[in-house]
């Protein structure tokens, strides 16, 4: 199978926030991390293969953090609260096997503050890019990883997993690293589109770019969904075309608030941009 799922754990638990940019989302629990809900601080983030169905991923991750003693105290029970987000992966190999409650909880076990293994594995096991001439022609994809060290010892981490309809280009120097295979190397996406010659059947509606941002900084909520919005430029200029009806986009945002000093948003949000991209 081409698929599976990634789980970041925070442990002492985390400011967390969200933005959910494209048109056809595949989320669990992203509302209780806006401005104005209750819960402040999460355990974890699932990022998973499966489309809908990988959701029940995120039901093993509830049991591991329950039986850590982890979650949003009510009463006499802390419930795990893990917001998920999936890609759509069915199309690669089989729609028939996805990520289930066993996967998230073996997630949760393999989980290390090691070094961050990149390309198909994990929740970017069956991520392709470069769809606008139909799957025969997409290029594999997969999970990646950046770090960004800004002032006094923040730092500010991504790490996404690219399932786009779009091409991907290098922000720095334009140039285009992946896109539809045409006759003689890569195709821009846009220019097809532009041109009318892009394929937009429904069964196109196959894409998703889901990530986490993460920084070592003491934010508020508001803050974490700000640092969440602004990781989304970083998908601007790297993914062409990106937050399309076909895409799912989402990024969730974390801060562990181990740095107590005040931020400066404008740097931590060019930082999640930069790590994004």
């Known amino acids: 199978s081409a698929t599976g799922c990634t789980v970041v754990l925070c442990r002492q638990g985390a400011v967390a926030g969200v933005d959910v940019r494209g048109g056809a989302p595949g989320t669990r629990e992203t509302d209780l991390l806006r401005p104005t809900t209750l819960v402040e601080r999460v355990h974890a983030i699932l990022l998973t293969g499966g489309s809908a169905f990988g959701l029940d991923a995120a039901s093993g991750v ?125 195709c821009d996406t846009t220019e097809l589109l532009l041109k009318g010659q892009a394929r937009l059947p429904r069964a196109q509606a196959t894409n998703t770019t889901i990530g986490v941002v993460a920084t070592n900084a003491n934010l508020t909520k508001e803050q974490a969904n700000r640092l969440a919005q602004s990781a989304h430029n970083g998908l601007a200029m790297t993914i062409r075309p990106c937050h399309t009806m076909v895409d799912g986009d989402t990024i969730f945002a974390l801060a562990t608030g181990e740095v107590p000093s005040s931020p400066e948003m404008m740097a931590l949000g060019a930082a999640a941009a930069e790590a994004a991209a």
């Not at 759509?88 to 070094?115: H, I, M, W």
Request: proline fraction near 6%; hydrophobic fraction near 40%.
């Open 62 to 186: 509830m049991r591991y953090l329950e039986e850590q003693g982890l979650g949003f105290r009510l009463g006499p029970v802390k419930v795990p609260l893990v917001p998920t987000a999936v890609i759509f992966d069915l199309s690669l190999v089989t729609p028939k096997v996805r990520p289930g409650p066993e996967e998230g909880y073996r997630a949760c076990l393999a989980a290390s503050s090691g070094q961050v293994q990149e390309g198909s594995v994990g929740a970017g096991t069956g991520a392709t890019v470069g769809k606008a001439l139909g799957m025969k022609r997409a290029v594999k994809a997969g999970l990646g990883t950046a770090l960004v060290e800004l002032k006094d010892g923040v730092l500010v981490g991504a790490l996404m997993v690219v399932n786009a309809y779009g091409g991907v280009v290098d922000h720095r120097t334009g140039q285009l690293l992946a896109g539809p295979r045409g006759e003689d190397g890569f």
